[in-house]
């Protein structure tokens, strides 16, 4: 029965899961062809990111000259929020979902376990969010000898890793807070708050020294720091993007398995 909660949320949800990987891959796809045409002007790019340092290095744009530079200041800046979009939809959708609709009443008469439920559950919102990752890098993979970007499959692979990672951070907490609340209003903001906090704390410290402390608290920051795009992997800091969605999964689970549900 656990297999099928997981078949069955995934088939449910395979309609958006489309619609986002369609989206992932146009945005993919149209700012990373443009690279050919901005590498014929990099002089000029350059001039513009030294003319205004603080706000280039905040966007990422510290190097607009190179191909990882180029895609780290476009795509990685794009995706990741599309991804943390879809992520936190499908993360509140998972439980707290189900749970104002009634839904999930027909499948907690089953014999399956609320903490199975919530593991099957999680794992299908980790699915979801893993493939809008490979959506990305198949993507990037296949564009890359036509735009000539000259980046490794394994550097390519690392960023995709990260950037799905860092989604699926705050997926889990929309989806930790709808197991917790079983409010899907409250999941889907309090998933969005934390990341427009992460985003902004990761930004606004790369150019307020005070605020530097902030990184440390953001996905954002664990994800796009290592420069996968040219370091390749980082193990550190990957683990710290997995183990934060299972440290929110094992609270989720405390909580869901004691409180009273809206059957």
């Known amino acids: ?156 692979a690392a960023a995709c890793l990260a950037t799905a990672l860092n989604a699926l951070c705050y997926g889990t907490a929309a989806f930790a807070i709808g197991a917790a609340a079983g409010r899907r209003s409250l999941a889907i903001a309090g998933g969005a708050a934390l990341a427009v906090i992460g985003y902004l704390g990761n930004t606004f410290a790369l150019t307020v020294e005070d605020l530097e402390w902030l990184r440390f608290g953001s996905a954002f920051y664990y994800a796009l720091d290592p420069d996968p795009l040219v370091n390749g992997v980082d193990p550190g800091y990957t683990a710290v993007l997995a183990a934060a969605p299972a440290v929110l999964v094992a609270l989720a689970a405390v909580v869901f398995g004691r409180r009273d549900v809206l059957v």
């Open 1 to 156: 029965m656990a297999a099928d909660v997981f078949r069955r949320f995934l088939g449910d949800h395979r309609r958006g899961l489309i619609g986002w990987s369609a989206a992932v891959a146009a945005v993919t796809a149209m700012y990373s062809s443009f690279w050919p045409t901005m590498a014929d002007t990099t002089d000029l790019m350059q001039e513009y990111v030294d003319a205004m340092p603080g706000l280039a290095e905040a966007m990422g744009w510290s190097d607009m000259t190179t191909p990882e530079g180029y895609i780290d200041g476009t795509v990685l800046l794009l995706v990741p929020i599309l991804m943390m979009v879809a992520a936190v939809g499908i993360g509140a959708r998972a439980v707290a979902g189900d749970e104002e609709e009634g839904a999930l009443e027909l499948v907690m008469a089953h014999p399956v376990g609320r903490t199975s439920l919530l593991l099957q559950r999680f794992a299908a919102t980790a699915v979801y969010t893993g493939v809008l990752g490979a959506v990305m890098f198949l993507v990037l993979l296949g564009l890359s000898p036509v735009l000539d970007l000259d980046i490794g499959a394994g550097h390519l």
